[in-house]
């Protein structure tokens, strides 16, 4: 397969194309008809491909800080979470805010935290709805989820998008039905790949903790095999980006939630995750700019 677009010329021409809309702020773009196109087909092609047996939810891009509270996430990640602040004060410290604005101030001070964070991962608020429902059936729940999703990391970086969707499978259950779909879709993924005509290596990897001790959850988190990514090339033939995750959990969403299964243990669960962007970028980069002239059969995929 030949490399179509170059790293360096790549976004070019994606906003050159319209594909991309610039907005001003790194990692935040607007999706023109092109890329639009190839999000909204690779969303398509999964639910057709894999939904049928998974219950479909549809989550906002924005959840209860209260679970992630529950769950640990800004334990793990505060460097990731963006919260949701909002105006809370009175006439008097309106006309405040904007003097301060006017003024060339820092007028952000008048916002006070709400009950609100950004949705970092598509899969966080299938947890607690599911706990909601009580005991965890005998055959478990596999759910298919997708939402805009926000990390807080700003780059140049094209394939590091601080907004971005998520199209994930969610498996809950006992120990052997969430490993079981973990490596059941560790083959599916390279299936999905090798019918997007892109050449993609599955690696071990671990999540981006922050902290004194980040290393040693991450060291813990690879020699546990609870982590493996697809891996395309989008910015360098010589190296490669996570397009796609494979996460087991083991009880930490179960006992975080009180997810129960009908022996009253804690729940396991695992997910998988496309990255709608980086998969769409890796379309672009190794297909070229224009989706017209992608390989039938690639076109074809998405265009059903």
Known sequence: MGETATAQGLAEQL??????????????YGHGEDFSFAIEGLS????????????????????????????????????????????????RTHRDLVKTHDAGGDWTGAQAASDLVLTPASCYPVYPAMAARGVVPEQGYTVQVQSHCFRREPSTDLARMQSFQMHEFVRIGSPEQAWAFREEWTERGRDFFAALRLSAELEAANDPFFGRAAGVMGQGQRQQQLKYELKVAINDAAATTACMSFNAHLDHFGKALELRTPDGEAAHTACVGFGLERIALALFRWHGVDPAAWPSDVFDLLDG
Do not use: K, W
């Not at 906003?15 to 935040?28: D, E, F, K, N, W």
């Not at 398509?44 to 679970?67: H, K």
């Open 44 to 91: 398509r092609a999964i639910n057709r491909l894999f939904g049928r047996q998974a219950e479909r939810m549809r989550f906002p891009p924005v959840t209860p800080r209260a679970d992630l509270e529950r769950i640990g996430y800004f334990r793990n990640f505060p460097h990731l979470l963006g919260t949701v602040h909002c105006f809370c004060g009175d006439e």
């Open 15 to 28: 906003v050159r194309s319209r594909a991309l809309i610039p907005t001003g702020a790194q990692g935040v």
